[in-house]
C-alpha cells in the first residue's frame, strides 16, 4: 500500500510538473503547417470576350490554338498574345486529368505568352495585373507536374515533361551552398496555423519553400538546424521564338526582390511566413522545452546559438533568449514580422539560443557567454566584423535575465549569491571550483552593445514562492555536473543559502539575493536597455501600447513592479498576457523602432568615427 500512495504521489507530482510547464511557457505550440487544396480561381475566371472573338470559340479550340502559337506573328501582337495565354490554361486544365505531359505543355505556353505580354511597354495596368495572374497560375501548374514527376533538381536543371528537353536552374541571391538545396514545395500548397499575421508579397514568380538537405559541418560549427526550410520564389523565363524557358530562376525570397521580364523590372512575388512556419513544424522544440526544464542533461546535445540563415558578415546580430519552460519557437510570430520588413532584413541577421531553463539561470547565462565566445570564434576569429560588435540581444521572460548577465560584470558581490565567505577560503574540489567560476566570476562581453527586456522578472514573481514553484522545485532535476558540485557544496558551505543549489524556479523568487544583486548593477554606458512590460487585456482596449505607469497590473506572471527596471531608454506597456507579450504587434512596432535607432546609432557612430580619422 505504502508503495502504491507513492507512485499516486509521484504521479501526482508530474502532473503538477506538466501544468507548471503550460503555465508558465513562454512559447507558442501548434505551429506548422498543413497540406491543402486551393480553388484554382484561374478556372472559375471566364475567357475574355476578346480572346473569344479572336478564337472564334467559347471553348479551348487546341487546333487553333496551336495554329496561333505557330504564328510568328502571335509573339508581337498583344490581342494574340493574351488570346493563346488565357487559351492555352484551360487548355491544360481539361487534359490534366488523361495526360499530365499534355498538359504541362498547355501550361508551359500559357507561361510563354503571358511572359512575353508581361515584357511590354504598351501593356495596360489591368492587363499586366491579368497576365500576372496567369504567368504565376501556369507557373504553379508546371511546378507541381514537375515535382510530381521528379524532373526538377533545384541544385541543376529542370527535365521539361513530354519534350525531355533540359533548361538549367540558376540560384540568386542565397548564402548558402547549393548542395544544401534538396525538396521544393509550394507555398501555396500549404496553410499556416499558429502565426496570425502572414507576410505575403505580390509580384511575378511562385513562391515555394525548399527543405535543407543535411549536409556535414566542420566540428563545432554546428549552428543551423538540420530541419530548416528556406524561401524562394520560382520564375521562368522566355525568349520570343523559342517554346521552352531559357532559365529557371530560383531567387532567395529574402535578399532579391525584384526580377527582369524582358527588360522591365517588376516585384517578384514573396511568401517568408509558410518556409518559417514549416521549420517550426519540423523540430521538437516544444517537446524540448518541457525536457529542458524537468531534466536538463537529457538536452544538452540540442542546446546553443541557432541560425536559420548562414551567418553573413556585416549584418548585426539579433539574437532571441527564451525564458523558462520554453523553446526558440516562442519568438515565431516576431521573427516573422522583423523578416517582413527589408530595412531590418537588409542589416540584421536573426539567431536564437536555446537551453535547458531548469538549471539555475547563472549556470545558463555561463553558457551563453560561453556559447557566444565560441560562436565569434568560429564565424569571426580575426574580430573584422564590425557588425558583431553591435550585436542586439532580446529576452522574454528569465531569458532576460540572461541577457542582462551578458552585459555586466561578475565577482565577489555575486559569489554572495552562493555564501558570504570568499570564494578562495572555500575547501572546494577543482571540478566545483571551475564550475562555481564560470557562474560567478566572469566579464561582460563588449559585443552586446543592447538589451531589450520582454516580460522580464527583475524582481522576481510570485509564482516562485508558492504552490507551483514548490512543487517545481521538486521536479527540476540539475545537470549532473550541478547535481554532484551541490553535494559537495551542502557538506563544505555551511551558509548555502536554503542548504541546497537553488533551481531556476527558486532564484525568481521576489526575495532571491540572485535579483537583489543583479537590480544592483548598472549597465557600462555603451550598453542601452530597453523593457517592454506586459498587463492583462481589458475589455476596451484602453491601455495597449500606452508608455504609462500601472504598479498594480501584471501579465499574470509578472507583475508591472517586478518588470519595471529604472535607468532604461525607453519603457512599453503592451496589452498582453505572459506568454503572449513579445507576440503583440505592439511589442512588434516597439522592437522594430529600437532596432531601427539602434541602426541609426551604428551609423552615426560609424560617420563620427570616419570623420576623426579623416582630420587626423
Given at each position: 500500500?505504502?508503495?502504491?500512495?507513492?507512485?499516486?504521489?509521484?504521479?501526482?507530482?508530474?502532473?503538477?510538473?506538466?501544468?507548471?510547464?503550460?503555465?508558465?511557457?513562454?512559447?507558442?505550440?501548434?505551429?506548422?503547417?498543413?497540406?491543402?487544396?486551393?480553388?484554382?480561381?484561374?478556372?472559375?475566371?471566364?475567357?475574355?470576350?476578346?480572346?473569344?472573338?479572336?478564337?472564334?470559340?467559347?471553348?479551348?479550340?487546341?487546333?487553333?490554338?496551336?495554329?496561333?502559337?505557330?504564328?510568328?506573328?502571335?509573339?508581337?501582337?498583344?490581342?494574340?498574345?493574351?488570346?493563346?495565354?488565357?487559351?492555352?490554361?484551360?487548355?491544360?486544365?481539361?487534359?490534366?486529368?488523361?495526360?499530365?505531359?499534355?498538359?504541362?505543355?498547355?501550361?508551359?505556353?500559357?507561361?510563354?505568352?503571358?511572359?512575353?505580354?508581361?515584357?511590354?511597354?504598351?501593356?495596360?495596368?489591368?492587363?499586366?495585373?491579368?497576365?500576372t495572374d496567369l504567368y504565376n497560375g501556369a507557373v504553379a501548374q508546371c511546378l507541381r507536374l514537375?515535382?510530381?514527376?521528379?524532373?526538377?533538381?533545384?541544385?541543376?536543371?529542370?527535365?521539361?515533361?513530354?519534350?525531355?528537353?533540359?533548361?538549367?536552374?540558376?540560384?540568386?541571391?542565397?548564402?548558402?551552398?547549393?548542395?544544401?538545396?534538396?525538396?521544393?514545395?509550394?507555398?501555396?500548397?500549404?496553410?499556416?496555423?499558429?502565426?496570425?499575421?502572414?507576410?505575403?508579397?505580390?509580384?511575378?514568380?511562385?513562391?515555394?519553400?525548399?527543405?535543407?538537405?543535411?549536409?556535414?559541418?566542420?566540428?563545432?560549427?554546428?549552428?543551423?538546424?538540420?530541419?530548416?526550410?528556406?524561401?524562394?520564389?520560382?520564375?521562368?523565363?522566355?525568349?520570343?521564338?523559342?517554346?521552352?524557358?531559357?532559365?529557371?530562376?530560383?531567387?532567395?525570397?529574402?535578399?532579391?526582390?525584384?526580377?527582369?521580364?524582358?527588360?522591365?523590372?517588376?516585384?517578384?512575388?514573396?511568401?517568408?511566413?509558410?518556409?518559417?512556419?514549416?521549420?517550426?513544424?519540423?523540430?521538437?522544440?516544444?517537446?524540448?522545452?518541457?525536457?529542458?526544464?524537468?531534466?536538463?542533461?537529457?538536452?544538452?546535445?540540442?542546446?546553443?546559438?541557432?541560425?536559420?540563415?548562414?551567418?553573413?558578415?556585416?549584418?548585426?546580430?539579433?539574437?532571441?533568449?527564451?525564458?523558462?519552460?520554453?523553446?526558440?519557437?516562442?519568438?515565431?510570430?516576431?521573427?516573422?514580422?522583423?523578416?517582413?520588413?527589408?530595412?531590418?532584413?537588409?542589416?540584421?541577421?536573426?539567431?536564437?539560443?536555446?537551453?535547458?531553463?531548469?538549471?539555475?539561470?547563472?549556470?545558463?547565462?555561463?553558457?551563453?557567454?560561453?556559447?557566444?565566445?565560441?560562436?565569434?570564434?568560429?564565424?569571426?576569429?580575426?574580430?573584422?566584423?564590425?557588425?558583431f560588435d553591435q550585436t542586439v540581444l532580446l529576452g522574454h521572460s528569465m531569458g532576460g535575465l540572461?541577457?542582462?548577465?551578458?552585459?555586466?560584470?561578475?565577482?565577489?558581490?555575486?559569489?554572495?549569491?552562493?555564501?558570504?565567505?570568499?570564494?578562495?577560503?572555500?575547501?572546494?574540489?577543482?571540478?566545483?571550483?571551475?564550475?562555481?567560476?564560470?557562474?560567478?566570476?566572469?566579464?561582460?562581453?563588449?559585443?552586446?552593445?543592447?538589451?531589450?527586456?520582454?516580460?522580464?522578472?527583475?524582481?522576481?514573481?510570485?509564482?516562485?514562492?508558492?504552490?507551483?514553484?514548490?512543487?517545481?522545485?521538486?521536479?527540476?532535476?540539475?545537470?549532473?555536473?550541478?547535481?554532484?558540485?551541490?553535494?559537495?557544496?551542502?557538506?563544505?558551505?555551511?551558509?548555502?543559502?536554503?542548504?541546497?543549489?537553488?533551481?531556476?524556479?527558486?532564484?525568481?523568487?521576489?526575495?532571491?539575493?540572485?535579483?537583489?544583486?543583479?537590480?544592483?548593477?548598472?549597465?557600462?554606458?555603451?550598453?542601452?536597455?530597453?523593457?517592454?512590460?506586459?498587463?492583462?487585456?481589458?475589455?476596451?482596449?484602453?491601455?495597449?501600447?500606452?508608455?504609462?505607469?500601472?504598479?498594480?497590473?501584471?501579465?499574470?506572471?509578472?507583475?508591472?513592479?517586478?518588470?519595471?527596471?529604472?535607468?532604461?531608454?525607453?519603457?512599453?506597456?503592451?496589452?498582453?498576457?505572459?506568454?503572449?507579450?513579445?507576440?503583440?504587434?505592439?511589442?512588434?512596432?516597439?522592437?522594430?523602432?529600437?532596432?531601427?535607432?539602434?541602426?541609426?546609432?551604428?551609423?552615426?557612430?560609424?560617420?563620427?568615427?570616419?570623420?576623426?580619422?579623416?582630420?587626423?
Open positions: 500500500m505504502a508503495q502504491v500512495n507513492l507512485w499516486r504521489r509521484r504521479r501526482l507530482l508530474g502532473t503538477w510538473a506538466i501544468l507548471i510547464c503550460l503555465l508558465v511557457l513562454d512559447g507558442c505550440s501548434g505551429i506548422g503547417v498543413r497540406r491543402i487544396t486551393r480553388p484554382d480561381l484561374l478556372v472559375y475566371r471566364s475567357i475574355s470576350p476578346e480572346s473569344r472573338l479572336l478564337m472564334s470559340s467559347d471553348r479551348p479550340d487546341k487546333v487553333a490554338l496551336k495554329a496561333m502559337l505557330d504564328d510568328p506573328g502571335t509573339d508581337s501582337d498583344p490581342a494574340k498574345l493574351l488570346a493563346t495565354a488565357e487559351v492555352a490554361y484551360h487548355a491544360g486544365r481539361t487534359t490534366q486529368l488523361h495526360s499530365t505531359d499534355e498538359a504541362f505543355y498547355w501550361y508551359l505556353m500559357s507561361a510563354r505568352q503571358s511572359y512575353l505580354m508581361l515584357g511590354r511597354q504598351d501593356t495596360l495596368e489591368v492587363q499586366v495585373q491579368r497576365m514537375a515535382l510530381k514527376s521528379g524532373s526538377l533538381d533545384p541544385q541543376s536543371h529542370w527535365v521539361l515533361p513530354g519534350s525531355g528537353e533540359s533548361v538549367p536552374v540558376e540560384q540568386e541571391g542565397f548564402v548558402r551552398d547549393v548542395a544544401e538545396f534538396g525538396k521544393v514545395e509550394l507555398c501555396d500548397d500549404l496553410e499556416v496555423v499558429g502565426i496570425e499575421r502572414g507576410h505575403l508579397f505580390q509580384g511575378v514568380g511562385v513562391p515555394v519553400l525548399i527543405h535543407r538537405k543535411e549536409q556535414p559541418e566542420p566540428e563545432g560549427t554546428h549552428y543551423t538546424p538540420d530541419l530548416v526550410s528556406f524561401a524562394a520564389t520560382v520564375v521562368l523565363h522566355f525568349e520570343a521564338g523559342s517554346k521552352v524557358p531559357t532559365r529557371v530562376q530560383v531567387a532567395n525570397s529574402l535578399t532579391v526582390p525584384t526580377t527582369v521580364v524582358q527588360g522591365q523590372t517588376m516585384n517578384l512575388a514573396a511568401d517568408f511566413t509558410t518556409p518559417l512556419a514549416s521549420t517550426v513544424s519540423r523540430t521538437q522544440f516544444d517537446l524540448l522545452a518541457y525536457v529542458g526544464f524537468l531534466r536538463s542533461d537529457s538536452m544538452r546535445e540540442y542546446s546553443g546559438i541557432r541560425m536559420l540563415e548562414p551567418y553573413q558578415p556585416g549584418k548585426i546580430p539579433v539574437i532571441f533568449v527564451h525564458g523558462l519552460a520554453s523553446s526558440p519557437i516562442t519568438w515565431a510570430p516576431l521573427f516573422n514580422d522583423l523578416l517582413a520588413d527589408p530595412t531590418l532584413r537588409d542589416r540584421y541577421q536573426f539567431w536564437s539560443y536555446f537551453y535547458p531553463t531548469g538549471d539555475p539561470f547563472p549556470t545558463s547565462a555561463a553558457d551563453f557567454r560561453e556559447a557566444l565566445v565560441k560562436l565569434r570564434q568560429d564565424l569571426d576569429p580575426e574580430h573584422q566584423d564590425a557588425a540572461l541577457c542582462k548577465l551578458m552585459t555586466i560584470d561578475g565577482g565577489d558581490d555575486l559569489f554572495r549569491v552562493v555564501s558570504e565567505k570568499p570564494f578562495d577560503e572555500l575547501d572546494l574540489s577543482p571540478k566545483v571550483q571551475a564550475e562555481l567560476r564560470r557562474a560567478f566570476f566572469f566579464q561582460r562581453q563588449p559585443s552586446v552593445k543592447r538589451v531589450v527586456f520582454i516580460a522580464t522578472p527583475h524582481h522576481g514573481s510570485a509564482l516562485s514562492p508558492g504552490l507551483p514553484g514548490q512543487i517545481a522545485t521538486r521536479v527540476v532535476h540539475l545537470r549532473s555536473s550541478l547535481a554532484e558540485a551541490s553535494r559537495e557544496m551542502i557538506l563544505k558551505i555551511p551558509d548555502l543559502p536554503g542548504g541546497h543549489v537553488p533551481s531556476s524556479v527558486e532564484l525568481l523568487a521576489p526575495d532571491s539575493r540572485a535579483l537583489q544583486i543583479l537590480l544592483a548593477k548598472s549597465p557600462p554606458a555603451e550598453v542601452s536597455y530597453h523593457s517592454i512590460i506586459g498587463m492583462l487585456p481589458t475589455t476596451d482596449g484602453s491601455v495597449a501600447g500606452l508608455h504609462s505607469k500601472a504598479e498594480d497590473q501584471t501579465d499574470g506572471v509578472v507583475s508591472y513592479a517586478s518588470a519595471h527596471l529604472d535607468g532604461v531608454r525607453s519603457e512599453l506597456i503592451v496589452q498582453a498576457e505572459h506568454s503572449k507579450v513579445h507576440q503583440a504587434m505592439h511589442t512588434t512596432r516597439e522592437v522594430r523602432r529600437i532596432l531601427v535607432a539602434h541602426l541609426d546609432e551604428v551609423d552615426k557612430g560609424m560617420t563620427n568615427d570616419e570623420t576623426r580619422m579623416t582630420k587626423k
